[in-house]
């Protein structure tokens, strides 16, 4: 079964730098592209990033362009998020998310169960 | 970017009713729109996808309609277990952005 397990949340400072990791069993990674979407304590979804199935296209939300760089190791499964420069604002559970693996599209139809990423000093 | 715009923003409803939630996007996204679920501490669960088609396993209660900018997520029947938060996500382009929310609550 499809299996987006997250790694590398915790607690960080403002400014500093975290990564996020993603591994990723039950269905043939390097075909597909991956997303990362965060939500905030309370708050609704946001999506945070794309990277294409074989890495060679990305793309941000405004939020996170320039500060957050997503990128995928497919002799690995797994699928990273460098956070930089974090904010108060980038708290939130960040989910790895494949693009459709039931059919095509950019639409959700399996979710990792989060990472918690806190910003506080 | 397209922007998406949910409404209602909170929706009390009882078992039994029949309740709409309705998505606008800031431009055409064709039917390129999905509808979730999302209970709290729990991941969002794909409900409905290319505007209209339902996930394999989602209750025929859902239903969901709409093509470029205006949108609709129908359950026809609520049931105890519907109680929850409904988003809409447009996938028109290679920025996706979801809706604020619906938060369905009982009344």
């Keep these: ?121 | 970017d397209i922007q998406m715009t949910q409404s209602p923003s909170t929706l009390s409803a009882s078992v039994g009713d029949r309740v709409t939630i309705t998505c606008r996007a800031s431009q055409s996204i064709r039917s390129w729109l999905a509808w979730y679920q999302q209970k709290p501490g729990k991941a969002p669960k794909l409900l409905i996808y290319e505007a209209s088609i339902l996930k394999s396993g989602v209750p025929s209660r859902f239903s969901g309609s709409g093509s470029g900018t205006e949108f609709t997520l129908t359950i026809s029947s609520l049931q105890p277990d519907d109680f929850a938060t409904y988003y809409c996500q447009q996938y028109n382009s290679y920025s996706y952005t979801f809706g604020q929310g619906t938060k369905l609550e009982i009344k």
């Excluded at chain 1, 309370?42 to 060679?56: C, N, Q, T």
């Design chain 1, 1 to 121: 079964q499809v299996q987006l397990v997250e790694s590398g949340g915790g607690v960080v400072q403002p400014g500093r730098s975290l990564r996020l990791s993603c591994a990723v069993s039950g269905f043939i990674f390097s075909n597909y592209g991956m997303h990362w979407v965060r939500q905030a304590p309370g708050k609704g979804l946001e999506w945070v990033a794309i990277i294409s199935y074989d890495g060679s296209k990305k793309s941000y939300g405004d939020s996170v362009k320039g500060r957050f760089a997503i990128s995928r190791d497919n002799s690995k499964n797994t699928l990273y998020l460098q956070m930089n420069s974090l904010r108060a604002e980038d708290t939130a559970v960040y989910y790895c998310v494949p693009s459709a693996l039931s059919g095509s599209g950019g639409y959700f139809d399996y979710w990792g169960q989060g990472a918690l990423v806190t910003v506080s000093s």
